[in-house]
């Protein structure tokens, strides 16, 4: 069964940074578009960054310029690097794995919360 685990959430202070991992298991990572989506309360889930695994990029506009998405497929994990995190930015972080011609998996998501 495929497994998507998360961390590196946390309480982060208006401007600070986080870095968020997803580690892969039981899947072929380097085949699999990944990705990371976000779901605010009381908001619908929404798509944060892509990245192919040709290593395109892919990112939500208010995203552009302070979050970065890598893959390292040696170690099958995925990275969120945010930076100058806002108060908008509090949600519950999900990464996504896609493989070609089939359905995505989640993880179990990690919460960050921007707040001072």
């Known amino acids: 069964q495929v497994q998507l685990v998360e961390s590196g959430g946390g309480l982060v202070q208006p401007g600070g940074s986080l870095r968020l991992s997803c580690v892969a298991s039981r899947i072929t990572f380097s085949i699999y578009t990944m990705g990371w989506y976000r779901q605010a309360p009381g908001k619908q889930r929404e798509m944060v960054a892509t990245?192919?695994?040709?290593?395109?990029?892919n990112y939500a506009e208010s995203m552009k310029g302070r979050f970065t998405i890598s893959r390292d497929n040696a170690k099958n994990t995925v990275y969120l690097q945010m930076n100058s995190l806002k108060p908008e930015d509090t949600a519950v972080y999900y990464c996504n794995a896609k493989p070609p011609f089939d359905s995505s998996y989640w993880g179990q998501g990690t919460q960050v919360t921007v707040s001072s």
């Open positions: 990245i192919t695994r040709g290593g395109t990029t």
